[in-house]
């Protein structure tokens, strides 16, 4: 297994997250993330919503459930290397994740705001994903709304600038983007693999900050399937795509 590592991101310097809720990243490609940081890769992660209806229990309301999300949420990006200021919440409602032209403008600002040469996001693709030992589950509905709407945003609304012109007004101009990287994209024929190895327990550590999802151990249980062991090393995997 090949790290393509330097293949993807050797020449790249801005490297942009969109993902929909504030666990998503760490889950997903939290290795990744801390390698670019400590490569000293400039990142901006997104996220759609607070996570604000992520919960089973009853005696807790959203409000109070945002506010807990959102300081696990501080504390897992330390961990990764990234402060305050390389993190954006659009705030939209948990669940509620639509594509639309006023989701997809929200992400154009950021496009045009942060100009990364790359884009992580989710599988945009099927409803229902199929993992490498044959076992089934579904890519949420907020995941898969916001991996159409970064696509729709990277093209073609972030490059041409009679779209949403008053981001323009305001100071940004307009900014093209034709890699990305997807998630949940288990043997896909354009997949690449990526050595976590020596950020593994990093993404762990980052995944247990989200105490009301996860404990310690689905925390190392997650980092066991998204990024499993493999002849000593770990890599996490992804669909790499090119698009004019």
């Not at 040469?117 to 409803?127: A, G, K, M, R, S």
């Not at 041409?160 to 008053?166: G, I, K, S």
Request: proline share 3%; aromatic share 10%.
């Amino acid at each position: 297994m090949n790290d393509s590592y330097k293949d993807i991101f050797g020449s790249k310097q801005k490297i942009m997250f969109v993902f929909a809720h504030p666990d998503d990243a760490e889950i997903y490609c939290g290795g990744i993330i801390a390698r670019l940081v400590a490569d000293g890769k400039k990142i901006r992660l997104v996220k759609m919503t607070t996570g604000n209806k992520g919960s089973r229990q009853e005696a807790i309301t959203e409000e109070e459930l945002a506010k807990t999300r959102e300081s696990e949420d501080r504390e897992a990006l330390k961990i990764l290397g990234l402060s305050d200021a390389d993190s954006i919440n659009l705030n939209l409602g948990d669940g509620e994740i639509e594509n639309t032209l006023d989701t997809i403008e929200k992400i154009v600002e950021t496009i045009r705001s942060f100009k990364p040469e790359l884009i992580v996001t989710h599988n945009p693709e099927q409803v229902l994903i199929r993992d490498l030992e044959g076992n089934y589950y579904v890519n949420h509905h907020d995941h898969r709304n916001t991996a159409v709407s970064t696509i729709d945003a990277a093209y073609p609304y972030s490059r041409d600038n009679l779209f949403f012109p008053n981001q323009l007004q305001k100071g940004l101009s307009t900014h093209s983007v034709a890699e990305f990287l997807f998630v949940d994209s288990w043997g896909h024929q354009d997949i690449v693999y990526v050595d976590v190895t020596e950020f593994a327990e990093k993404r762990t550590k980052a995944i247990a900050c989200h105490k009301s999802q996860y404990s310690r151990e689905h925390a190392q249980g997650s980092t066991d399937y998204f990024a499993p062991p493999i002849k000593g090393k770990r890599f996490e995997c992804f669909r790499y795509v090119k698009a004019d």
